[in-house]
């Protein structure tokens, strides 16, 4: 009887999860364009950098008004002041890490980037993909990368539960995953000598309780979400190139 118990207790977790699941994917959200970043920033007498980015929807940035507010673009602004910066965006909204090494990763290793960043994590998280093989997947691109000579920058994941389209339980289940994805970005940038974005550092309570840093579907950041995205991996480019600005 208390197995028996147990197991409905269990079934019952699953199809409370699945629910709200299905919920947030097929509550109607407006739809919103999606940006290509790729540019170049900064006077031509600067010395050169190339940056590839690598990513899903926090690349292409459905939710803000123009490319300029993307957090990669912010980045690549205050990098002006110091370089000719040549940004190419290989990103594509929904990507996880395998779609990454797939399509993306032989494209951006012919354009021969000084700089990587990489913009994957949450995606895996949120369709379930495990966690080993997300570690695999990222530590093939962060390898191909640094034996490339490129330098790399990881996004980390943040605090998914904060995302205002989850409800609970399945907002609590995803904020546990995050936290075991963001330590593989950790894990995979320990063993290469790569950089990854403390996206912790940022206040939970700021996602949770602000959603002005959200767009209208209340899944992707908006502008101000971008700034503070910009703010965080400003910090982690400048030291990683050894700029003053750190």
């Known amino acids: 009887m208390i197995w028996r118990a147990i197991f409905r207790g269990a079934l019952g977790a699953v199809a409370v999860v699945s629910a709200e699941l299905l919920y947030a994917i097929l509550r109607p959200a407006p739809k919103q364009e999606e ?23 926090t690349v292409t940035a459905p939710g803000v008004g123009a ?19 040549e940004l190419k965006s290989f990103a594509i909204g929904g990507s996880m890490a395998h779609n990454l090494v797939a399509e993306q990763l032989e494209p951006a290793l012919t354009f021969e980037p000084d700089l990587v960043i990489l913009s994957v994590g ?20 962060v390898a191909d990368f640094t034996a490339a000579g490129a330098t790399v920058i990881q996004s980390g994941v943040g605090d998914l539960g ?20 963001n330590a593989v970005h950790e894990r995979v940038a320990e063993r290469h000598g790569s950089w990854v974005v403390p996206q912790r550092d940022s206040p939970m309570e700021l996602w949770r309780d602000d959603r002005d840093m959200w767009s209208a579907d209340l899944f992707h950041v908006s502008a101000r979400g971008h700034e503070v995205w910009g703010d965080l991996g400003w910090k982690t480019v400048a030291r990683a190139l050894d700029l003053s600005d750190a």
């Open 122 to 141: 949450a995606n895996d998280a949120l369709k379930g993909v495990t966690s080993r093989v997300f570690e695999e997947n990222l530590d093939r691109l």
């Open 67 to 85: 490319p300029d507010e993307i957090w990669i673009s912010r980045i690549c602004l205050k990098l002006a002041a110091t370089y000719r910066v």
């Open 35 to 57: 940006f290509d970043p790729s540019a170049v920033f900064g006077d031509a007498a600067n010395p050169p950098i190339r940056i590839a980015v690598l990513g899903d929807s």
């Open 162 to 181: 904060t995302i205002p389209r989850l409800l609970p339980p399945l907002r609590h289940l995803l904020s546990r995953r995050a936290l075991q994805f």
